[in-house]
Every structure is written in C-alpha cells, then in structure tokens.
C-alpha cells in the first residue's frame, strides 16, 4: 500500500510540474525569489558544527603549557597532546560519509555533537594523560564528521545562487571558534594564579567547549533533513515540504523531479566513486584537500608563536601578533563569503593561491636575508592568511561538497575531508623537525612551491560551478 501511494505521491509531483502547453519554462521564470530567512537560519545552525571544529582544535594552544606541567610531558608527549584530536577527526570523516547517507545528515550531526560533548567534558576531567588522549581522540571523531557533514548539508539545501556563501559559512565558523578561544583562554587562565592554572584553568578551557556543543546539538532538533537525501530515500514528499519553504511552489516541483532523476542514474555503489567522471571528481576533490594543508596555513596557525621568535620577536609580542593573525583570518573569511558567489570558485582559488605563493616566497628571502627585525615578516605573514582565508580556506569546502554526485557525495565528500585531517596531521608533526633541520628560509619556501603547484592545478584542473545546480554539476561530470 506504501508504494502505491508513494507512486501517486511522485505522479502528482510531476503532473503538477508540466506546463500546461508542454514546453519547459525558463528557470527565470518559474523561480520566485527564495526565502532567504529560512535558508540562512538553517544553515548558520548547521554551520555552527564549524564553530567547535575552530574551538576544539585551537583551544589546546593555550592550555598546552599547563598540560606540561600538571602530566611532567615530554616532547613527544606534548605533540601527541596537539594531534591526537587528528586522529579522531580521520577516524570521524572516514566514516562520515556512509553514517551520512544511511542515517540521514541530521540524525548523524546530532550524534557527532554528543561525542564532542563527551570528548570536551572528557578532556577536562581526567587525572591522567592517557585519560586526557582518549578523551581527545572521541571529541575528535565528533569533529571528524562535523567537518564534512555541516557543508554537505548546506550545499544540499542552499538555492544555487547562494551555494557558495552559505556554504563558506562553515569556514566563517571555524576561524570565529578559533578566534574566541584565544580570548576565552586568557579570560580563563586570568582568573587565578600560576598554580591554579596548572591544577584547573586547563580543565576549564577545555571544558568551555561544551558551551557551544550543547547549542548545536539542541539547535539541530529544528532544522529539517536534507531535501536530496530524503528523495533518495524514496521520500519525495518529505523532501518537497522543505523545497516549499525555500523555494515557490513551482520551482519546488520541478527540484524534486530534477533530483529524483539524477539519483536514478546512480547506483551509490563504492565502485561508483571510480567511475568516469566521478572520478574525476573524487582526485580533484582529494588533491585540493591535500594542498589546502601542505601550503602551509595550520604550520601558521599552530605553531606562529615559534615562527614569530625565530624573527626576534619576544614571547608578549608574539602572541599578540597570533592573535592578529586569527583576526585577519577572520575577516578575510568574511570577505570570502560576499566574493565566493560574484567572482566566483576557481578565480578566488587562482587569485588567492597566486598571493599565497608571491607571500610564502618573500617570508623565505626575508629569514634566507636575515632581513626579519622589522615587520616584513608579519605583513607577508597577514597577507598570507589573508589570501588563504579569502581562497582556499573557505572555497574548498565549496568545492567538496557541490561537485560530487548526489548518490556518492557523502562517502565521497568523507573521503575529501579525510584527505585533509591526515595531510594536517602531516604538516603540524613534519613542521617542528622540518624548522630545526632545514631552517625557515628552505622551509616558508617549500610552502611556496605547494602553492604554486595549487596554482597550476586550479587553472588546469579546476571548473567553476558559480550558479549552477547541484544537478547541473552533476551533468557537467558525466559528459567529461
């Protein structure tokens, strides 16, 4: 009975679709203005998933010192207190893909949010460094599948002409978390002295997290399941109540339809990522993961204190400067958001990567020079983060999570984001050794020739997607 009544569903969906002379309307014509409210809404409480992405991985820079002294940590130990989050987070996006597309993007996000939760609270407890690790390790897998699911689900509810935006939005919540950690840590460790730091300030940052933890997970008990998800799960229906909302009625049919007959096409098989055309799409999707890391922004990000006294700065000066290198990250991000949609993908990927390469080379003839007692070393190093934030840093998660088909897009989408924590991994324990041995000259310039090389790969490699569908995308790949 189900089925009939799903077919009688489906076959008044398209009755009602069919201009009544049976010629296809322009688009232009039949989409009313979407409502912008609703999407946004929804999508600032699925990006939010970025915001304890950013507080989660940048929140340790400030208790690192502390966590030294209260476990008597040793070097090693100290660099498995940063990373080990990393490992959580491969662990989560590996498996984000296929939780997604069984489960459903909401009912996983809300699991992922319980585990940060855990993994938050966790960290501030234990009396213990290997109480501290695995507690690192299950916050990790939450943010593991945040990070790729979050931009999944917006790309897949966000109108075409507002994709990019409300997708880099998840970028926007990653450097604010990291931004406010930085104050919320020196609120923390303010509060008491010296030996209360290493007793409990740490507990307390860590524990902070749980703040935005529970807003997330309650705030996802009001936003609706993914549209395409729900008509590959044969609920059209479903699927159209949320398509009403964002679009007119008519537009809203002729989505339904248009997404039902691209998720016909596909078997969602694992092999079916290796095929024509997907394929394609998979290897651009992994290499610019990769090169968002190996030019070099998290080796900033994590460990810009040390490269600040490599220049001569003092340790006051130093994080100062840190912190107005989260904040120029910040707005350059929201910058990102305004020119993602107008200029489109592949030319802020072009734009930004070209900055990057010209920054990353003067950075390295300044300390090949001796030339870093001035502020040439912070001005390249701003416009560096500049140039990322407005480019790769908000740009490929657009890119991930709009050119894969709709049927493998979450694994695919999963294996992207994977990519991307094991090439972080690499960088932030390759940097330290790699600063001691080779020196910063050699190394600034090796991230230098990674940007290049992104350079090179976007202009060959990379379509712009600006304003099309995510079926139209889709089309795109199957032709190639």
Same mark, same amino acid.
Not at 99 to 123: E, N, W, Y
Not at 148 to 156: I, M
Not at 189 to 213: E, I, K, L, N
Not at 285 to 297: C, E, F, N, S, Y
């Given at each position: 009975?189900?089925?009939?009544?799903?077919?009688?569903?489906?076959?008044?969906?398209?009755?009602? @679709?069919?201009?009544?002379?049976?010629?296809?309307?322009?688009?232009?014509?039949?989409?009313?203005?979407?409502?912008?409210?609703?999407?946004?809404?929804?999508?600032?409480?699925?990006?939010?998933?970025?915001?304890?992405? *950013?507080?989660?991985?940048?929140?340790?820079?400030?208790?690192?010192?502390?966590?030294?002294?209260?476990?008597?940590?040793?070097?090693?130990?100290?660099?498995?207190?940063?990373?080990?989050?990393?490992? %959580?987070?491969?662990?989560?996006?590996?498996?984000?893909?296929? !939780?997604?597309?069984?489960?459903?993007?909401?009912?996983?996000?809300?699991?992922?949010?319980?585990?940060?939760?855990?993994?938050?609270?966790?960290?501030?407890?234990?009396?213990?460094?290997?109480?501290?690790?695995?507690?690192?390790?299950?916050?990790?897998?939450?943010?593991?599948?945040?990070?790729?699911?979050?931009?999944?689900?917006?790309?897949?509810?966000?109108?075409?002409?507002?994709?990019?935006?409300?997708? $880099?939005?998840?970028?926007?919540?990653?450097?604010?978390?990291?931004?406010?950690?930085?104050?919320?840590?020196?609120?923390?460790?303010?509060?008491?002295?010296?030996?209360?730091?290493?007793?409990?300030?740490?507990?307390? =940052?860590?524990?902070?997290?749980?703040?935005? %933890?529970?807003?997330?997970?309650? !705030?996802?008990?009001?936003?609706?399941?993914?549209?395409?998800?729900?008509?590959?799960?044969?609920?059209?229906?479903?699927?159209?109540?949320?398509?009403?909302?964002?679009?007119?009625?008519?537009?809203?049919?002729?989505?339904?339809?248009?997404?039902?007959?691209?998720?016909?096409?596909?078997? *969602?098989?694992?092999?079916?990522?290796? =095929?024509?055309?997907?394929?394609?799409?998979?290897?651009?999707?992994?290499? /610019? $993961?990769?090169?968002?890391?190996?030019? +070099?922004?998290?080796?900033?990000?994590?460990?810009?204190?040390?490269?600040?006294?490599?220049?001569?700065?003092?340790?006051?000066?130093?994080?100062?400067?840190?912190?107005?290198?989260?904040?120029?990250?910040?707005?350059?991000?929201?910058?990102?958001?305004? /020119?993602?949609?107008?200029?489109?993908?592949?030319?802020?990927?072009?734009?930004?990567?070209?900055?990057?390469?010209?920054?990353?080379?003067?950075?390295?003839?300044?300390?090949?020079?001796?030339? @870093?007692?001035?502020?040439?070393?912070?001005?390249?190093?701003?416009?560096?983060?500049?140039?990322?934030?407005?480019?790769? +840093?908000?740009?490929?998660?657009?890119?991930?999570?709009?050119?894969?088909?709709?049927?493998?897009?979450?694994?695919?989408?999963?294996?992207?984001? =994977?990519?991307?924590?094991?090439?972080?991994?690499?960088?932030?324990?390759?940097?330290?050794?790699?600063?001691?041995?080779?020196?910063?000259?050699?190394?600034?310039?090796?991230?230098? !020739? =990674?940007?290049?090389?992104?350079?090179?790969?976007?202009?060959?490699?990379?379509?712009? @997607?600006?304003?099309?569908?995510?079926?139209?995308?889709?089309?795109?790949?199957?032709?190639?």
């Amino acid at each position: 009975m189900s089925l009939v009544i799903q077919q009688e569903t489906e076959g008044q969906i398209e009755e009602q @679709t069919q201009p009544k002379n049976g010629e296809p309307l322009p688009l232009e014509q039949t989409a009313e203005k979407p409502n912008m409210l609703f999407v946004t809404l929804v999508s600032i409480v699925a990006a939010l998933g970025g915001v304890l992405f *950013g507080f989660d991985t940048a929140v340790v820079s400030g208790a690192l010192g502390f966590l030294e002294q209260r476990f008597d940590l040793s070097q090693a130990q100290l660099g498995w207190a940063v990373s080990s989050i990393i490992i %959580g987070c491969i662990a989560g996006s590996a498996f984000s893909g296929s !939780l997604g597309d069984k489960f459903g993007r909401k009912k996983v996000l809300i699991a992922a949010s319980l585990l940060f939760i855990g993994g938050t609270v966790g960290s501030a407890l234990p009396d213990t460094f290997n109480g501290y690790i695995l507690a690192r390790i299950i916050g990790g897998v939450g943010i593991g599948i945040t990070s790729a699911l979050c931009p999944l689900y917006n790309a897949e509810i966000a109108p075409a002409k507002y994709r990019g935006r409300l997708v $880099a939005l998840n970028q926007l919540a990653i450097v604010t978390g990291i931004f406010l950690v930085y104050f919320v840590n020196s609120w923390i460790a303010g509060q008491g002295d010296d030996a209360w730091d290493v007793s409990t300030a740490w507990r307390w =940052m860590f524990g902070a997290g749980a703040v935005p %933890g529970l807003l997330f997970f309650i !705030l996802l008990f009001f936003v609706p399941e993914s549209p395409r998800w729900l008509i590959k799960q044969g609920r059209p229906q479903e699927a159209l109540a949320t398509l009403l909302k964002i679009h007119g009625e008519e537009l809203a049919r002729k989505e339904v339809l248009a997404i039902k007959a691209s998720s016909k096409e596909e078997s *969602g098989s694992f092999g079916q990522l290796f =095929m024509p055309g997907a394929r394609a799409a998979l290897l651009i999707g992994v290499i /610019l $993961a990769v090169l968002q890391q190996i030019t +070099g922004i998290n080796a900033i990000m994590y460990y810009a204190p040390i490269i600040f006294k490599e220049a001569g700065t003092g340790t006051d000066a130093s994080l100062l400067q840190t912190i107005l290198i989260g904040f120029v990250n910040l707005v350059f991000t929201i910058l990102s958001l305004w /020119l993602v949609d107008k200029v489109g993908r592949k030319a802020l990927l072009l734009i930004g990567s070209a900055s990057m390469t010209v920054c990353l080379t003067v950075i390295g003839l300044a300390f090949h020079t001796g030339q @870093t007692s001035g502020p040439l070393v912070l001005i390249f190093i701003l416009l560096y983060v500049a140039s990322f934030a407005v480019s790769l +840093g908000a740009v490929l998660w657009v890119v991930l999570s709009e050119i894969f088909p709709s049927r493998i897009r979450g694994r695919a989408m999963a294996i992207g984001t =994977m990519a991307l924590w094991v090439a972080d991994y690499v960088v932030s324990h390759s940097f330290p050794p790699l600063l001691a041995s080779a020196g910063p000259a050699l190394t600034f310039w090796l991230f230098a !020739l =990674m940007s290049l090389i992104t350079v090179i790969f976007t202009w060959r490699s990379i379509p712009e @997607t600006k304003g099309k569908s995510l079926e139209e995308i889709e089309s795109m790949w199957a032709v190639k």
